[in-house]
């Protein structure tokens, strides 16, 4: 597997998953509202969206490359796996592995993928897109929840932050990215989609734009 060594940015995220703002969680609920059977999260981080699956998914194969966060993740799945309301939940197992070297856990079919603030992060979103593609059965769901591009001044600073230090202080990720024409193009359908921002419109915050959705692999 392709060990990910983001040390600094590991220990950042964590905490910043302990102090997530409100509007963050319930956008983590709505991305997995309405969800059932098999889903594969992949990019797990600290497990964040783990206490947000309905109980109509039975099982969550999580896959997480950076070794701090995988560990977090993966004390939280056996947390919730021994908690009060174990039964009613899904079966929750964490694996090293990225989108480009999924472990043998991956193997589809699933009835869902889902991406949250991982596009962002990927070294080639088109083939991690492909390869949610190929894992899904046909009219499964990728869920997404991402950072997306922007034009006008915003977006001009979001290419400016991209090509400088914004990657290498924040894990790789990219703020410039059309990450909902990418799904499309791999030939996805989507079917409910919302464009949100993470700050009020008038601060300059290249991670403000983002974008939140249901895209289907066609039956
Ligand atoms: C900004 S964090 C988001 C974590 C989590 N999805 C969430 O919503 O809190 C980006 C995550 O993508 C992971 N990642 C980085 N490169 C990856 C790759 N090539 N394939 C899959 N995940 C990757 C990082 O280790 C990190 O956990």
Redesign the pocket.
Same mark, same amino acid.
């Given at each position: 597997m *392709?060990e990910?060594e983001?040390p600094r940015f %590991?220990r950042l995220?964590s905490w910043a998953?302990r102090h997530e703002p409100r509007d963050i969680v319930r956008a983590?609920a709505e991305l997995l509202e309405g969800l059932g059977g098999r889903v594969l999260? =992949? &990019? %797990? #981080? *600290?497990g /964040?969206?783990f206490a947000h699956y309905p109980s109509t998914v039975t099982e969550v194969v999580a =896959? !997480? @490359? !950076?070794a701090i966060?995988r560990r977090e993740a993966a004390a939280l799945a056996d947390e919730i796996g021994r908690g009060a309301n174990a039964s009613d939940g899904p079966r929750i197992t964490v694996h090293d &592995?990225? +989108? !480009?070297d999924l472990p043998d856990a991956a193997t589809g079919p699933f009835d869902a993928v889902v $991406? /949250?603030? =991982?596009l $962002? *992060? =990927? @070294?080639d979103p088109a083939r %991690?897109v492909a390869t949610a593609f190929d894992v899904l059965r046909p009219g499964g769901e990728l869920r997404y929840?991402e950072h997306v591009a922007t034009d006008g001044a915003l977006g001009g600073l979001q290419r400016a932050v991209d090509a400088t230090f914004w990657p290498r202080a +924040? #894990? #790789? $990720?990219h703020t410039h990215r059309d990450t909902v024409s990418t799904i499309r193009a791999a030939g996805f359908e989507t079917s409910r989609h919302r464009d949100l921002r993470s700050a009020p419109r008038w601060t300059p915050v290249p991670i403000a734009p983002m974008a939140l959705g249901v895209a289907r692999r066609p039956a």
């Open positions: *392709t990910i983001h %590991a995220w998953m983590r999260e =992949v &990019g %797990a #981080g *600290t /964040s969206n =896959v !997480e @490359p !950076e966060l &592995g990225t +989108f !480009e $991406c /949250s603030l =991982v $962002c *992060t =990927v @070294p %991690a929840y +924040f #894990g #790789g $990720c």
